[in-house]
Each structure stands twice: as C-alpha cells, then as structure tokens.
C-alpha cells in the first residue's frame, strides 16, 4: 500500500542554505542528485557527442571531474578556500558539502561555505557552458572572482542580525 521511506537526505541544508543564491542552488541539488547533464549522463542518453572535458580537455566529464577533479575547476576551489581560509582537505563535492553538515564552526560560517561552493558549482557549469556553446576563452581569474563577488553580495545581503564578532571580522576580512 506505501512505496518505500524516502531515503533522508542529509546535504539539504547546505543545498538550500538562505545564503545561497537561488539559482546556484537549483544547480548544487542536480549535482547532489546526480542528475546535471554532463557529457556522460547525455552518452548514456544515446547523445553523440566527444566526452572530454571542455576545460581542462584531458579526461572525460562526470560530475566527479567537473566537480572538482578537473585541473581547472581544482585550482578555482583551492583560491576560494584559501580566500575564506577554509582548511579541508577534500575536493570531492559530496564529501565537502558533507563536510559542512558536521563540521565543527558556527552556523553563519556552515552558510558562507555552502553559499561558496554553490557559487563555485554555478559559476564552473556557467563557464563550461559557455567554452563550450560560444567558444568562450578559460578564465580562472574571472571565474574566482565572479565567486568572490556573488558570495560577498549574497551575504552582505542577508547578514544576519545576531552575528558574533569573531565571524563579523572573519567575513568583514574576505
């Protein structure tokens, strides 16, 4: 009579953040579902196309690649959190937004670390697709700094009222 209990999903919250922008979640979800259009999902959708990478042109693209085992994606992340000092060890996207759900810092900062990785998702898929659909030149710089400024205007936007010093100085810093 009832279909099987929907498996809990535990990378809601900082899919869904209220710092997020809302178009930069919609793309971290298909990416947490698994359901982007990447060149191997549009293969096996019997979709002839070359499957190599459009950024860094040296392997295949999943969503694993592009996010963020792709050279050029990789460098972008390292910047990003080297700019919010954000010291974790992974590049896998689901370990770094699991990584957020149990990390041990306060709720404002789990919020600009699911916000910047939204942005870096959003922001990767925008310049892959526009490599590939307009020929677009690969830009590191301007694809961090599209990042940088969406993450600041994003929280500057939204800054809570009740924010410690400590993460008022941390974000007042970036």
């Given at each position: 009579m ?13 899919v ?13 979800w ?28 040296e ?53 600009v ?5 939204a ?10 697709n ?12 301007r ?26 100085e ?5």
């Amino acid at each position: 009579m009832f279909s099987s209990p929907i498996p809990k999903l535990h990378w809601c919250k900082e899919v869904w953040s209220r710092l997020n922008t809302p178009k930069h979640s919609l793309i971290l979800w298909l990416v947490m579902l698994d359901k982007l259009k990447t060149k191997d999902r549009l293969l096996k959708m019997g979709i002839k196309l070359q499957e190599t990478c459009n950024l860094c042109t040296e392997c295949n693209e999943t969503i694993q690649h592009l996010f963020f085992e792709c050279r050029i994606t990789n460098q972008c992340l390292i910047e990003i959190k080297s700019w919010l000092k954000w010291n974790v060890a992974t590049f896998n996207i689901r370990q770094l937004v699991k990584w957020i759900g149990r990390a041990k810092v306060s709720k404002f900062k789990k919020a600009v670390y699911s916000a910047a990785i939204a942005a870096m998702v959003y922001n990767a898929w925008k310049m892959r697709n526009a490599v590939l659909w307009q020929g677009v030149k690969i830009d590191n710089t301007r694809l961090i700094e599209e990042v940088k400024w969406s993450l600041r205007t994003r929280v500057q936007s939204f800054l809570p009222k009740k924010l410690s010093s400590v993460d008022r100085e941390w974000f007042c810093a970036l």
